[in-house]
């Protein structure tokens, strides 16, 4: 080999060794000591606290990379817009938010920070957290996040009103989350089938969205019932029931099987009643 | 262990041709290693252009939140050749805040992009910068009537009084949203020299009721006795606003004026009359104002009744009580519901009995106007009503009655609130019925919060506040061992 080439070589190895060094050599003293992240729901904000460890003298200036902090409901990743520093505050508007747009100043010693998360979707999301000084890579670390399924429920109850010739039954219900994650746009149909001939009467469907450990109403105008059937006696009542959209008027002899329906991703639940309930005399 | 195989390459042959190699690398290292932040300011600062507005805004968001480092990089921007460019710079070094933009952007006040000259004359008044007031009085004669508008916002946040005249003489402006931007800019100079001008608005029938808050801010002296002249203007909003702005000047002596003013030809001045004499509530106020206001409850016009019967409400008139009483039947609810809220705040416990069959009124409205009124009262009478208003047909009376019972404080109230808790559907009722029984205390009323705070159907905010009236009661129990151990 020609002693020119090995020259040549020589110093493209000694390029590459430069840069090696100039890469992983000589930056801050900064570790991820701690990552945590409180419960959090589908929807919900929550927020990872990350410590980290400035082993330095001197405070340094560091900027962090976070992937999958936000993940949408195809499953791509966005990135968080803000940091938190020093919060000690439970709400979220009261915190100190830094931009992602400027390096974080650590003291020498402990420093916390927080980061946003939020999910579309339930699962597993493996939040990685890069801590960077000029482009130098000072450490990295992975937190699981674990968001969890809601666990949706229905109830349906009725009162009874008996005025002139008519038996008003007015229905109320509720969907029941008493799961930890919220279910957004969960899919309720109401079916009304008149029992004697199997025949489909009314059919009507809403979304609702319910927060963990909660319940929302089915009806949509306080003091006004989700769904009314009035069985007539004699004349009919001619009352319109406005605003209530979910109205049946049968007849002395009729009975409805009155079904919800609620449907989340997987989950599918259901309540049944009977109108007028079976033992009570037409 | 680093430096020692730097010692042993410079010991070797070729050390001229590694120095070189080294000082290669040193120039590499030094290109790549750039301030990030300065790359950053760079790549954002050309994004400013971009034909995106949703890119060149969240730039412009991007550099703010970077503040002071990304000064002088916009300052720059200032010249680029693209006017989105430097009109985003000039809006984002006022919102920086950074004083060393000042000369810059007056630089710009003569661009030739709109844009450019808007967002700088804003800036300078964001950035307080007492030197750009002779740019940005030059700039009201600029043609384009956005910049015109936004060097006069700025004028006003500067509060020089030099810019008094100069804006005064730009009120040409048939726009409401200019006229309401220049009353406010002479509002904020607060210069006594604004005050004509000022007055003057109070004839416009869009923007007077404004201006005559806004002359609120003078000193009366100042004011008073040119709103006198005004009183006997032939325009009758004019008369009206001249009116209101009493109202706002509280000075004691627009007391015999006002009263004057309740037998104005025309309802607007006197309804406006009405409704300023309730804002005068010293005892000598009301020895002027009491009799004319009771003696305005038989206004033909309801508006003047309506606004008369709402003073002596403030003035808290014992005297008027039979009169609003009277009012309670009446067929107009508006003026139903006044007289039911001035019995409310004079507080007579005499009056419950005639606001008691106003609780069988088909008009939701008027039964929380009777809701509120007892509240106001007390008494033993007010609670047996409140409690038989718990079963209401309405959500807003149901929730009106709790919260009243709540703040009354009667222990009588715990067993009807519990059992209204057994039927209520309502989330907001059910929250209010919880922080009721939290306000009235007692072991019953734990013992129901602990059943709401355990169940795991109930409605999450109506369980939250449970827990949260559960922690301070026994966090109070608690102190209370501990101090007497």
Same mark, same amino acid.
Do not use: C
């Given at each position: 080999m020609k002693k020119s080439t090995l020259i040549s070589i020589s110093a493209a190895l000694l390029i590459l060794a430069l840069g090696v060094l100039w890469y992983y050599?000589?930056?801050?003293?900064?570790?991820?000591?701690d990552m945590n992240a409180s419960s959090v729901g589908v929807r919900e904000s929550g927020k990872l606290d990350i410590v980290l460890q400035n082993n330095g003298s001197k405070p340094v200036d560091v900027w962090l990379e976070v992937e999958n902090a936000f993940v949408d409901k195809n499953g791509e990743a966005r990135s968080t817009s803000r940091l938190i520093i020093s919060?000690?505050?439970?709400d979220p508007w009261d915190a100190k938010f830094v931009s992602l747009q400027k390096p974080i100043h650590l003291l020498p010693g402990n420093n916390s920070v927080s980061v946003w998360l939020g999910y579309e979707l339930p699962g597993e999301y493996p939040v990685n957290v890069k801590v960077i000084e000029n482009s130098r890579l000072l450490d990295e670390g992975t937190y699981l996040v674990q968001i969890p399924l809601p666990e949706i429920h229905l109830k349906l109850e009725y009162e009874t009103e008996s005025r002139n010739t008519s038996d008003i039954y007015r229905i109320y219900g509720y969907l029941i989350n008493k799961g930890l994650g919220s279910a957004m746009d969960v899919s309720t149909n109401l079916t009304v089938i008149?029992?004697?001939?199997?025949?489909?009467v009314f059919t009507s469907s809403r979304t609702y969205d319910v927060r963990n450990n909660d319940k929302v109403p089915?009806?949509?105008?306080?003091?006004?019932?989700?769904a009314i059937v009035e069985i007539v006696?004699?004349?009919?009542?001619?009352?319109?029931?406005?605003?209530?959209?979910?109205v049946v008027i049968g007849e002395i002899e009729d009975r409805f099987l009155i079904n919800v329906t609620s449907t989340w991703q997987d989950q599918v639940v259901s309540a049944e009643l009977l109108i007028p309930p079976r033992g009570e005399s037409k | 262990m680093r430096m020692t195989k730097l010692h042993e390459l410079f010991s070797c042959r070729h050390a001229k041709l590694l120095i070189l190699l080294l000082l290669l690398s040193g120039i590499c290292a030094g290109c790549l290693g750039q301030d990030p932040l300065e790359a950053r300011v760079k790549k954002l600062t050309h994004s400013?252009?971009?034909?995106d507005q949703n890119v060149s805004y969240a730039s412009v968001y991007a550099l703010v939140d970077i503040g002071e480092p990304a000064v002088d990089s916009l300052i720059k921007a200032?010249?680029?050749?693209?006017p989105q460019v430097r009109s985003l710079a000039a809006r984002a070094l006022g919102e920086i805040?950074?004083?060393?933009?000042v000369g810059f952007l007056i630089e710009v006040?003569?661009?030739?992009?709109p844009e450019v000259r808007m967002n700088a004359a804003f800036s300078l008044g964001s950035l307080g910068a007492a030197e750009a007031v002779e740019p940005l009085i030059e700039l009201?004669?600029?043609?384009?009537e956005g910049v015109v508008l936004s060097a006069v916002s700025s004028l006003g946040e500067l509060?020089? &009084?030099?810019?008094v005249e100069p804006i005064c003489e730009v009120l040409?402006?048939?726009?409401y949203d200019a006229r309401w931007k220049i009353a406010s800019a002479l509002r904020g100079i607060?210069? &006594?020299?604004?005050i004509d001008t000022l007055l003057g608005l109070?004839?416009?029938?869009?923007l007077g009721p404004s201006v005559a808050s806004m002359l609120g801010n003078f000193e009366s002296e100042q004011v008073f006795g040119k709103v006198i002249k005004l009183?006997?203007?032939?325009d009758p909003t004019t008369r009206a606003n001249a009116v209101a702005v009493f109202e706002y000047l509280?000075? &004691?002596?627009?007391v015999p004026y006002l009263v004057e003013m309740?037998?104005?030809?025309a309802p607007e001045v006197r309804k406006e009359a009405a409704f300023a004499?309730?804002?005068?509530?010293?005892p000598g106020e009301v020895a002027q104002s009491e009799q004319p206001l009771i003696k305005a409850? +038989?206004?033909?016009?309801p508006e003047v009744k309506e606004a008369a019967a709402r003073s002596l409400g403030r003035i808290k008139s014992k005297e008027s009580i039979p009169y609003l009483e009277e009012l309670?039947?009446?067929?107009?609810q508006n003026l139903q519901t006044a007289a039911i809220e001035a019995l409310g705040r004079i507080?007579? &416990?005499?009056v419950v009995d005639a606001l008691t069959?106003?609780? +069988?009124?088909?008009?939701w409205k008027v039964r929380t106007e009777v809701v509120d009124a007892l509240v106001e009262i007390g008494g033993p009478e007010a609670v047996n009503s409140l409690i038989s208003l718990l079963?209401?047909?309405n959500y807003r009376v149901r929730q009106g009655a709790a919260e009243g019972l709540g703040k009354l404080?009667?222990?009588?109230?715990v067993e009807p609130l519990l059992k209204a808790l057994e039927t209520e559907r309502e989330r907001n009722v059910r929250a209010v019925e919880v922080r009721a029984l939290g306000e009235l205390g007692g072991s019953e009323a734990v013992e129901g919060l602990r059943r709401i705070n355990k169940d795991?159907?109930?409605y999450w905010n109506v369980r939250t506040a449970a827990e949260n009236i559960l922690e301070k009661i026994e966090g109070v129990e608690e102190a209370n061992v501990s101090s007497t151990s």
């Open positions: 050599g000589s930056g801050a003293d900064v570790k991820i000591i919060n000690d505050s439970v008149d029992e004697r001939t199997g025949e489909l089915l009806w949509s105008w306080p003091d006004y019932p989700y006696h004699g004349e009919p009542s001619g009352e319109s029931y406005m605003p209530v959209q979910n | 400013l252009g971009d034909k200032l010249k680029n050749d693209s805040g950074d004083q060393k933009a006040l003569d661009d030739p992009s009201l004669k600029d043609e384009n509060r020089d &009084p030099r810019a040409n402006d048939n726009n607060g210069d &006594p020299r604004a109070l004839g416009d029938k869009e009183l006997d203007s032939r509280q000075d &004691p002596a627009a309740l037998d104005d030809r004499l309730g804002f005068f509530k010293e409850l +038989e206004d033909s016009e309670l039947q009446d067929n107009n507080g007579d &416990p005499e069959p106003l609780l +069988e009124n088909k008009k079963g209401d047909e404080g009667d222990q009588r109230a795991m159907e109930e």
